[in-house]
Structure formats: structure tokens, C-alpha cells
């Protein structure tokens, strides 16, 4: 069994918007999202009808409706219609869980109004890609996918 993730790359005037969380005693930059959800009955508008049966559910496009929740649930902001697929990656976290991160991108028009609560979110930052790339908080394979970024941009 393996936890799937999905996160966005929020770009806004070639600047990316990070979140400051606490893991253990060091503070990180990290993308917004968090874990797939993909029988959460709260997502009623990602559910369509139930089978003829009366029992099973199917969901569509479970990633995108799990990066919208989790951006709206750290920084209560709606994203755009328009989120494409950035990149993926495997790795196994600090409890030994094997993970599945895929990572989406989007480029906002509009500078949006971020609201964090202070619990799970500890605050937010625009940073360029020379400044994450510069970053002692940024994780290296977030630096690596900016790289990967930037030959595709």
C-alpha cells in the first residue's frame, strides 16, 4: 500500500508560492497539497451517480480535486481552471510509508488574497526560482523539479 499525494506549483509574476510548515524542529518551504482522498464522501462534487446497483462510486479527476481541496483547506483561495501535470516522483517518507507525489502547475493572473490559520499552514512566501534554489528550507528535490521547470517553460 502506498500514500499518493498531490501539490501545485502556484506561479504568480515568476514567483512560486511556498508554504512554511514545522517538521519536527525545522521549519521547510514546501508546494501546497497533501494526501489523495479519493473516497472522501466531502467531495460530493467530485462523486458521480451511484452504479445501478445502489453501491459503487466512481470519481473523476481525483488528483485536481484533491489539489483544489488542500489549497483551499491551507490558504482558503480557489484555484483557476486551467492546472496542468508537472512531474512525479516516489519516495519513502520518515515512517517508512512509500509515496506517490505528483505535482501539478498553474499560473495565476491575479495576485490572490491568502488567509492561513497558524495550525497546519505556519505562514506563506513568494520566492523566485533563484531564491528556492538558494534556499536552506527548500527540499532538494523541489529545487530539481524547478530545474526541470525551467527547460520546459
Not at 489549497?71 to 486551467?82: A, D, Q, T
Request: hydrophobic share 40%; with cysteine; proline share 3%.
Amino acid at each position: 500500500m502506498f500514500i499518493c499525494k498531490s501539490r501545485i506549483l502556484i506561479e504568480y509574476l515568476g514567483k512560486f508560492l511556498l508554504l512554511e510548515k514545522q517538521f519536527d524542529d525545522r521549519s521547510m518551504f514546501i508546494l501546497p497539497g497533501g494526501k489523495v482522498e479519493p473516497f472522501d464522501e466531502t467531495q460530493s462534487e467530485v462523486v458521480r451517480l451511484l452504479n445501478n446497483d445502489g453501491v459503487e462510486r466512481n470519481y473523476d479527476d481525483v488528483l485536481l480535486n484533491a489539489i483544489r481541496r488542500e489549497v483551499y483547506e491551507e490558504l482558503k483561495i480557489n484555484l483557476p481552471h486551467v492546472i496542468d501535470y508537472f512531474c512525479s516522483s516516489f519516495f519513502i517518507n520518515t515512517q517508512e510509508k512509500q509515496v506517490i507525489d505528483i505535482v501539478f502547475y498553474t499560473r495565476l493572473q491575479e495576485r490572490p488574497e491568502i488567509i492561513v490559520d497558524g495550525t497546519e499552514v505556519k505562514s506563506f512566501v513568494w520566492m523566485d526560482q533563484r531564491e528556492i534554489l538558494n534556499s536552506n528550507q527548500v527540499h532538494d528535490w523541489l529545487k530539481k523539479a524547478l530545474k526541470i521547470f525551467d527547460r520546459i517553460d
